[in-house]
C-alpha cells in the first residue's frame, strides 16, 4: 500500500548513511512495513543497496546477513557440515505467504518485526543464533535471538540500532534436529511451532514459537522424560491468543508437538 505520511525513501551505501531519525525505519524486502500504515514514519533507509553478502561461510560457522532473502537461503546448495539445513525449508514454508514473498522478505526483516509465527525467529532461535546488531555511536554488540525477541512486535533493538546479520556456528549447525507445526486450516498462520536439537553432551534444546508470544529455548543437559518436558513446557505461561488459535489449544499442541520432538530425538 503506499506510504502517505513518507516524505522519501533514503538508499544507503554505506555505514555513515545508517542514521537513523526519530521518524526514520530501516526498509528491507519492505514486505510487511508496506502491507500496512506506518503513521509514525517519514523515512525509509534502504539496507538492500549496502551490498551485504547474503550468506558468509567461515570456520566458526555461517553468517547470515540481515538483509538476506528467504529466497536466497532457501535456494543455497547443500552446505558442508549442516546437518540441520532442510530445516531452512520447514521454516520458510511455515510462513503464510506465497512463495513470492520468499524473493523479498529478509532474514532480519523477519526477526525484526517480531511476530510470534516469525519463520525466520524459528530458525535463527533453533540454532542458537546469535545476533550482531550496529549501535547508532558506531559500535556494534551482540545478543541472542531467542533473547532479542522480546514479544508481540517488540525487540530489544534500540533506536537507531540496526540487525546487521545473525551467526550460526558449526558446533550447533553440526547437530541434529526435528521441526513439528500446527495451524488450524491447512493454509493458515502457524498455531505452534517447536524445533528439538540434540546437542553434543547428549542434551536437547527445545525452541516454542508461533503459541507463545515469544520465543522460549528450553535446555535439557540430558534427553528429558516425557514429564520433564511437559512440566517445563506447561511452565509457559505467555499462550498467544488471536484468531489463528486460542491460549489452550496452542498450549496443547505445543505440549503434543514437544513430545513428538522428543521421541524423534530420543
Ligand atoms: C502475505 C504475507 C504473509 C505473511 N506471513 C507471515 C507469517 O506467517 N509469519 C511471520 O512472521 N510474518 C509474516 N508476514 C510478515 C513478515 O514478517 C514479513 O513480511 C517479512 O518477514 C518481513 O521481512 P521484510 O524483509 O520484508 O521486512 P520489512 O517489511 O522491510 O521490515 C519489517 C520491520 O523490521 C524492521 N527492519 C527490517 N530490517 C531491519 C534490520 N536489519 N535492523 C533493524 N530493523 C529492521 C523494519 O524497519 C520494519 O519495522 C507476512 C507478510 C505478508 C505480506
Known amino acids: 500500500m503506499d506510504l502517505t505520511s513518507l516524505d522519501r525513501i533514503r538508499a544507503a551505501h554505506d555505514r555513515t ?7 526514520s525505519a530501516p526498509l528491507a524486502g519492505g514486505t510487511w512495513l508496506f502491507s500496512e500504515p506506518q503513521p509514525g514514519l517519514e523515512e525509509l533507509v534502504d539496507l538492500t543497496t549496502l551490498g551485504w553478502p547474503s ?6 560457522g555461517l553468517t547470515l546477513a540481515a538483509t538476506c532473502t528467504i529466497r536466497s537461503l532457501a535456494d543455497l546448495p547443500p552446505v558442508p557440515g549442516w546437518r540441520s539445513q532442510h530445516l531452512v525449508q520447514q521454516c520458510a514454508r ?3 505467504a506465497s512463495e ?8 532480519g526483516g523477519n526477526i525484526c518485526v517480531a511476530l510470534p509465527a516469525g519463520a525466520l525467529t524459528t530458525l535463527a ?8 546488531v550496529w549501535t547508532p555511536d558506531g559500535g556494534e554488540r551482540r545478543e541472542p535471538v531467542a533473547s532479542l525477541v522480546t514479544g508481540v512486535r517488540t525487540t530489544s533493538v534500540g533506536p537507531g540500532e540496526v540487525l546487521r546479520s545473525v551467526e550460526l ?19 493458515g498462520r502457524s498455531g505452534a511451532i517447536v524445533v528439538g536439537r540434540r546437542d553434543d553432551a547428549g542434551g536437547l534444546v527445545v525452541t516454542l514459537t508461533a503459541g507463545v508470544t ?17 512440566a517445563a513446557v506447561d511452565a509457559v505461561e505467555d ?15 505445543t505440549l503434543r508437538l514437544a513430545e513428538q520432538v522428543r521421541e524423534e530425538l530420543a
Open 94 to 96: 511455515s510462513l503464510v
Open 17 to 23: 548513511e545508517l542514521a537513523l531519525g526519530p521518524r
Open 214 to 230: 515469544h520465543p522460549h529455548r528450553l535446555a535439557f543437559p540430558t534427553l528429558p522424560t516425557p514429564d520433564e518436558l511437559a
Open 169 to 187: 556456528s558449526a558446533e550447533v549447525l553440526a547437530q541434529p534436529v526435528a521441526f513439528r507445526r500446527i495451524a488450524l486450516t491447512r493454509h
Open 239 to 253: 499462550w498467544y491468543d488471536d484468531p489463528h488459535g486460542s491460549p489452550d489449544w496452542r498450549r496443547a499442541m
Open 100 to 107: 513470492k514473498i520468499w524473493d523479498w522478505a529478509t532474514v
Open 55 to 60: 550468506v558468509e561461510q567461515t570456520a566458526d
Open 125 to 132: 532461535v533453533a540454532l542458537d543464533a546469535t545476533a550482531l
